[in-house]
């Protein structure tokens, strides 16, 4: 079942990554309205993002949120802006909330180095991790074409596609093994050391994860040895660089898999924290294989790119990649979050469960979602840094819908209370949306869903 956190959102200003106390005074309703409604920019459709694209200006990072993973607009108006940004500032490469071996296999067939697959189709089919509608979907493959055709065109000056999550551990040695097979037959036998410490759990992180509890570090050291040594022998590779990069990024990912799995049972902040410190990780690695002032895409939910330091997780211990970019990288990252009124959404009732396209209700009432539909009800963009009135130093509620959704029952678990001005640098709101497309991939059934245990 998913896991509902609320998280806060503090005053003060937002390089600084200040935490303040958790506030619980009412809103001035009409007030905030009538703000929303002077200070925001209708967008009739996706052209009116220029405002947005000056607003980016030379930021190298550009992380872009959604209020789902099951929601059409918020991959469409993504692209959009991830294209406009690719052709006009160039920027290097999207990376997304997915498992890089699958992300891996799409960045080949961008850059026409992934002979088994003639279309884009062929390539996300393989994306079988519950939720597989997170990328296995119409809206993806529509991308993924754009991509390959700008590649085409620029082949000096290729865009990539990469994947921040962690869940990947049983691919990811799987690919090691592959690549040392052909290059590295020492390093092979260790990898196979680190495959056979696992191999008692079936490919089940879950088994895995509870027998840690038992024998906390089962596999830490083989993961963390493989590592070791791939990284020592790195100058030796000469198959690709690119391609040499991903195996020493899936052995970073056996050792924070293992770690990931071993905190997961303790259910405590630490998963969370070892998942985004993960992302971080990836993307710092990722920038500075792409070279100095390199500029990355990033696509995750709301709860990973929004600056978690302004929220009650704060209290929790918890941190997420939106908040580690601005401490590290600071003017050079915009936040950017999404959100809507109303409409309907892709998800599961369940863990695991089949996909399904659910209602989306109404925005609770005093809700951001809910402030926004009064303003006007057109989609509009925000930039949080006209909010300063005082009515904003208030929390309130902001929709968060994960994998797992009950719309008879978010109002009680799905709405996080928030400082938006904080949270992000500008906002984007749409008054109502539909499902996305899914693929239709029948899901791997062994395999621990992506996001798991918190949904999002």
Known sequence: MQKPFSAI???GKKKYCMRFPFTRAGIDAGHATEILRDKSITLHDKTDLNPLIERIGNANIVMLGEASHGTHEYYTWRSYISKEL???????????EGDWPDCYQLNLYIKSLHKESENAFDVLKQFNRWPTWMWANWEIVALTEWLKK??????????GFFGLDVYSLWESLYSIIDYLSRVDKTAY?????????????????????????LVPEICEDEVVDLLKDIQRKIPSY????????????NALIAVNAEKYYRAMVRGDADSWNVRDAHMMETLE???????????AIIWAHNTHIGD????????????????????????????????????????????GAPMQVMNVPEGRENSWEYLLHNASHQNKLLFMDDLTDE??????????????????????????PSLLPQRYDAFIFLDETKALHPLHIHPHGHEMPETYPFGM
Not at 86 to 96: G, L, M, P, Q, Y
Not at 239 to 245: A, D
Not at 315 to 344: C, H
Request: with cysteine.
């Open 9 to 11: 959102f503090v005053a």
């Open 189 to 213: 036998e260790k990898a196979l050391t680190a495959f056979r410490c696992f191999e008692p759990y079936k490919e089940e992180e879950h088994s895995y994860a509870l027998a840690t509890r």
């Open 238 to 249: 000469d198959s690709g660089k690119e391609n040499v990069f991903s195996t020493e990024q």
């Open 285 to 295: 690695r990722l920038l500075e294989f792409h070279g100095p002032n390199s500029k």
């Open 308 to 351: 978690a330091s302004a929220t009650d997780m704060a209290d929790e211990g918890m941190y997420n990649i939106g908040e580690l970019a601005r401490k590290k990288y600071n003017k050079d990252v915009v936040l950017v979050g999404f959100g809507s009124y109303r409409g309907s959404v892709i998800a599961g009732n369940s863990w």
């Open 150 to 159: 700008h590649n085409q065109s620029h082949p000096q000056n290729k865009v």
């Open 86 to 96: 690719i052709e006009k500032k160039n920027f290097n490469f999207i990376a997304v």
């Open 391 to 416: 009515v904003f130093s208030q929390h309130i509620g902001h929709r968060a819908i994960g994998v797992v959704y009950h719309p008879q029952r978010e109002r009680y678990g799905n709405y996080v």
